[in-house]
């Protein structure tokens, strides 16, 4: 079972590593010391708290409407680009960089510009997923 230091699982859930530590000092997230005496939070049980995090965020901001997607990412709109019919709206959510092709009235409708709070939602058919040292 892989486990995570303090460090790694704030960067994996995009937070400092003394919320993490309030979590485990709640007793909201699990964990134990390691070989070293290092406290380490276990993969299965970071997992679960994600997911209840993320569950929790979507409840916050849905709004009140479903939707099939499940895939958001809220953040600041760093680039609009439009000429034509076409704007390409980059946004910065956490440490990802989001970028959608839209058409330039739906950018000028919704008032897109640098500096403006906006989520991406995001529907793929293909999603990709990879492991560190890609062994199976």
């Not at 510009?113 to 939602?121: D, M, R």
Request: net charge neutral; aromatic share 2%.
């Amino acid at each position: 079972m892989p486990h995570f230091r303090i460090s790694e699982a704030a960067s994996l859930l995009g937070v400092s590593p003394d919320t993490v530590r309030r979590w485990v000092e709640s007793g909201s997230l699990a964990a134990s010391p390691d070989a070293a005496g290092r406290k380490v939070v276990d993969g299965a049980a970071l997992a679960r708290h994600a997911q209840d995090l993320a569950a929790r965020s979507h409840r916050a901001d849905d709004g009140g409407v479903g939707r099939s997607a499940r895939n958001r990412f809220t953040g600041l709109v760093t680039n609009v680009t439009a000429d034509g019919v076409m704007a390409q709206v980059e946004l910065q959510c956490g440490p990802y960089r989001v970028v959608s092709l839209m058409s330039r009235e739906a950018a000028e409708e919704l008032g897109l510009e640098p500096g403006s709070l906006a989520t991406a939602v995001v529907k793929a058919t293909t999603v990709i997923v990879e492991t560190p040292g890609g062994t199976s």
